[in-house]
């Protein structure tokens, strides 16, 4: 998931009172030289290790690395945004993983970008993988040039589209919320593709008339929940299904969407809700759980380290697409949706023709499209390039809610 630039600037300076949180695999730093036979990777997250969204999904792919690498160990830091570590930086971290032994360094969060690019910059025999950026994208806008800097991301702009589909498929009321978390290119890119794979169900399956789909975005200011600075999801989802939407798509680290859509459901008035992230977030609330997009970091995990380890690593820019032989392979495709309990088996039998026609080409991304403010986006047969998608300054004709941050 991107996180946006500057480490601090999209949350209010000095986020007040929140003590240095231990680090995740162990009290103190271990500058003992790991065994000759170890090989020792630091991973920071921007949230907790157990979230159940984004930074368990990250942290459970290093556990994979574990177990399929030998003598691969991890070493780790959670909770790294400036409201749990006030004043301290996670190029600062990246030096405490540095001095246990790590030496490949990766970084979860856009939110980091910089402390990722100072760390690289600071320690040019590291590897340093950057999870979501763009600076070792040649064709990128940021690109750094760096020599040991590497970008992995998924395409969840697929996994976004089926959550918007199966959204589209299930909603009674033609009301679809998205519970959104900061707003930046990639946010509004995926946003924009739960809202075209809705629209795709909506017209093209359900036939009927796009005019009557509302796609409504709420954002609430970061990844998660933080009391006093971002809107509370919970009571944004609340505030969804009170109004008449009965489906809620999470775009957030978290799953109050969830919770909020059991509260809510009735026999006579089902609600639900789609997470986002983690492959067993449906866990939470199953009976409104119409399925999770979410990411597989394991086999890239896996890939990185060999190839440091092997001494074949090379700076790139990774963004990878499901594995469309089997989606939800745990050990190839990079991106999957899990179908969850509450979608109906007619939904799930159309869920699965459609991403059958993704696999096969169908590039939602095509025109005729516009912008929310009605300029042309894509001219009629004309398809997207990776730089429209990635940087999509706006979100789309169709969808209500805020395209630019106020701050």
């Known amino acids: 998931m991107s996180r946006p630039g500057a480490w601090g600037v999209r949350l209010l300076a000095g986020m007040l009172l929140v003590g240095l949180a231990g680090c995740g695999s162990g009290p103190a730093p271990d ?5 000759q036979n170890e090989f020792v990777f630091g991973l920071l997250m921007v949230g907790p290790a157990n979230d159940h969204g984004w930074s368990q999904a990250h942290f459970e792919a290093g556990r994979y690395v574990e177990k399929n690498v030998p003598g691969a160990r991890m070493v780790y830091v959670d909770k790294v945004n400036p409201s749990d570590r006030p004043g301290t930086t996670p190029a600062q971290l990246a030096d405490d993983l540095l001095a246990r032994g790590a030496r490949l360094v990766i970084f979860n969060s856009d939110d980091m970008k910089d402390g990722a690019l100072e760390f690289a910059r600071a320690h040019r025999d590291i590897p340093v993988i950057h999870i979501s950026g763009d600076s070792a994208w040649p064709e990128g806008r940021d690109h750094a040039r760096l020599p040991n800097l590497a970008n992995i991301m998924g395409r969840m702009e697929h996994g976004a589209a089926m959550a918007g589909f199966a959204a ?3 909603t009674r009321t033609g009301r679809i919320g998205y519970l959104g978390p900061l707003i930046n290119d990639e946010t509004r890119r995926l ?3 739960t809202y075209l794979g809705a629209r795709h169900a909506w017209t093209q399956v359900l036939k009927r008339n796009p005019g009557q789909l509302r796609f409504k975005v709420s954002w609430i200011g970061f990844w998660f929940n933080i009391p006093g600075v971002t809107a509370d999801p ?3 989802a609340d505030g969804f299904f009170a109004s008449g939407f009965d489906v809620v798509v999470s775009g957030i680290d978290t799953t109050e969407a969830l919770a909020e859509a059991k509260k809510f459901s009735t026999p006579d008035k089902p609600a639900y809700a789609i997470p986002y992230d983690y492959v067993s977030a449906c866990a939470e609330a199953e009976g409104v759980c119409l399925g999770v997009p979410y990411y597989n970091w394991g086999p890239a995990y896996v890939q990185q380290v060999e190839a440091v380890r092997a001494g074949t690593w090379q700076p790139s820019f990774q963004w990878l697409s499901p594995d469309w032989s089997d989606i939800n392979d745990p050990d190839r495709s990079a991106v999957g949706y899990q179908k969850g309990a509450a979608l109906a088996p007619a939904a799930a039998r159309e869920l699965d023709a459609f991403i059958g026609a993704l696999a096969g080409g169908l590039n939602l991304w095509t025109g005729p499209l516009q912008y929310q403010d009605g300029a042309v986006f894509l001219k009629p047969g004309e398809t997207a390039t990776d730089a429209q998608v990635w940087y999509l300054p706006q979100l ?8 630019v941050s106020n701050q």
């Open 191 to 193: 946003a924009a593709a």
């Open 234 to 236: 919970t009571q944004v």
């Open 31 to 35: 500058v003992a030289a790991p065994p």
């Open 168 to 170: 589209a498929m299930t």
């Open 396 to 403: 789309l004709q169709g969808m209500t809610g805020q395209s």
